[in-house]
């Protein structure tokens, strides 16, 4: 029984190109979670999906970055033109429907040089 | 709105010592309350929750945790410390009604075993 997928586990992106984080979530969970952790922090929400919608966005910086997580295929975490401030390591979470317990994923750490 | 704050950002203990990790939270509903370990360079593992029921919780690797309502904390424990047990342990909550979903993560604590 396959955990939380994410890829890529390493991302090296230069400022000013765009980074696309996937996420599989464990077999028999349709309800998708993105936290960040930047250095030495603890990890903050991002974004809550479930397939086709996004449920809570608070979390999300309100420029460049977005999340889907289509009826087909993993969700993914999109950041447009990326800056230094965006390395960090994003973990991906996944829960049944009952939403009781969040499965982390290996985490993408992304490296903006 | 939900906050959790972990006290001592790094414990260290001798192998076969006492853990103690601590864990405070602030919640304006009932909680749900999460212990993860997190290794480096990997994920996190869910090491116990509290939902409802028994308050006194027991997760993997011999670690424990109670939930003390009176005192709003989540305490994590380990009666003898291992050396696999060094990594960094994040205390979390959520709120148990629909639309409170997303974790609330404390800051970590960095746990070192000496030999």
């Known amino acids: 029984n396959a955990g939380v997928m994410q890829n890529p586990r390493h991302l090296v992106r230069r400022r000013g190109q765009e980074a696309r984080l996937r996420c599989s979530p464990m077999?028999?969970?349709?309800?998708v979670y993105w936290y960040r952790q930047l250095p030495e922090e603890g990890l903050k929400f991002m974004v809550y999906l479930q397939k086709e919608n996004i449920i809570d966005e608070s979390g999300m910086p309100k420029e460049r970055f977005s999340a889907e997580f289509p009826k087909e295929g993993p969700s993914i975490l999109r950041i447009q033109q990326v800056v230094r401030g965006d390395s960090a390591a994003y973990f991906c979470?996944?829960?049944?429907?009952?939403?009781?317990?969040?499965?982390f994923g290996p985490g993408t750490r992304l490296l903006v040089l | 709105a939900q906050s959790v704050t972990q006290l001592g950002s790094h414990v260290s203990v001798s192998e076969g010592a006492l853990v103690l990790l601590r864990c405070n939270y602030s919640?304006?509903?009932?909680?749900?309350l999460f212990w993860y370990v997190q290794y480096p360079n990997q994920g996190l593992q869910l090491l116990l929750k509290?939902?409802?029921?028994?308050?006194l919780v027991k997760g993997i690797n011999g670690f424990e945790a109670e939930f003390k309502k009176s005192e709003t904390s989540f305490h994590l424990t380990k009666p003898s410390a291992h050396m696999s047990d060094a990594a960094e342990y994040f205390c979390a909550v959520r709120g148990i009604i629909q639309g409170a979903q997303k974790l609330v993560f404390g800051q970590g604590t960095r746990l070192t075993i000496n030999p």
């Open positions: 919640s304006s509903v009932p909680p749900y």
């Open positions: 077999k028999g969970h349709s309800h």
């Open positions: 509290y939902t409802t029921g028994a308050t």
């Open positions: 979470a996944s829960s049944d429907s009952l939403q009781e317990t969040q499965y």
